[in-house]
């Protein structure tokens, strides 16, 4: 299995500045996944970051808007830059372990 | 791309009671599917996968799943719900990618002790 925390665990940010969620997996992983979990919404893959490879977007996300980090196989970064509250939503990490995938315990981010 | 369905936005149950709840897909292809939980203030974690072989499926917690090729559905089964159930559960479906999924919106579970 994998343990997985993020951090910060919630936040409040003023439109327009950005966020840097950190990511640390208790296992080394090559693949990690990014999802943003809206209210009420279910959970929408914002892209997969690979440890020494740039990370690969799902259609309506770029990279200018969410920054990733993978500098090695435990730890990922996810800016969210130049936020509005329509940014307001949970983030959560994702590894992939065999075909278990598991999750964080998500970053609570709300923009004003 | 390929959608999945939970047709079931907040389900309430008295303990004992049989849960079913929902699960539809839209991918005509070779799936793999997947029930989460979240229980109040948790991570999501997995409650069962179904991969291939066996449609009836069992997972943790008395949970159990069937697949049902011709109608597109993964609806998930409990004989008899506790208190400790309450949670959200999420439909999810990947095409052979793992870590790739297609979520569906959640269905809220409320037990009432």
């Known amino acids: 299995s994998a343990v997985i925390s993020q951090k910060p665990s919630r936040d409040i940010c003023q439109r327009g500045t950005s966020l840097t969620i950190q990511c640390q997996v208790d296992s080394q992983v090559t693949m990690m996944f990014w999802y943003r979990q809206q209210p009420g919404q279910s959970l929408t893959l914002i892209a997969t970051?690979?440890?020494?490879?740039?990370?690969?977007?799902e259609s309506g996300f770029v990279i200018d808007k969410y920054p990733i980090s993978r500098p090695n196989l435990t730890f990922s970064t996810l800016t969210v830059s130049n936020m509005s509250p329509e940014d307001s939503s949970i983030y959560l990490c994702?590894?992939?372990?065999?075909?278990?995938?598991?999750f964080g315990p998500g970053t609570r981010l709300t923009v004003t | 791309a390929q959608s999945v369905s939970q047709h079931n936005h907040h389900v309430i149950l008295s303990e004992a009671a049989s849960l079913e709840l929902g699960c539809n897909y839209s991918y005509g292809g070779t799936v793999n599917l997947f029930w989460y939980v979240q229980y109040p203030g948790q991570h999501l974690q997995l409650l069962l996968k179904y991969f291939s072989g066996d449609p009836l499926v069992k997972g943790i917690k008395g949970f159990e799943a069937e697949f049902i090729k011709s109608k597109f559905s993964f609806n998930l089964r409990k004989p008899s719900v506790q208190w400790s159930d309450t949670a959200e559960y999420f439909c999810a479906v990947n095409l052979g990618q793992p870590g790739k999924s297609t979520f569906g919106d959640g269905t809220t579970l409320t037990v009432k002790p």
């Open positions: 994702s590894v992939r372990l065999s075909w278990e995938q598991y």
């Open positions: 970051a690979n440890q020494g490879s740039e990370a690969t977007y």
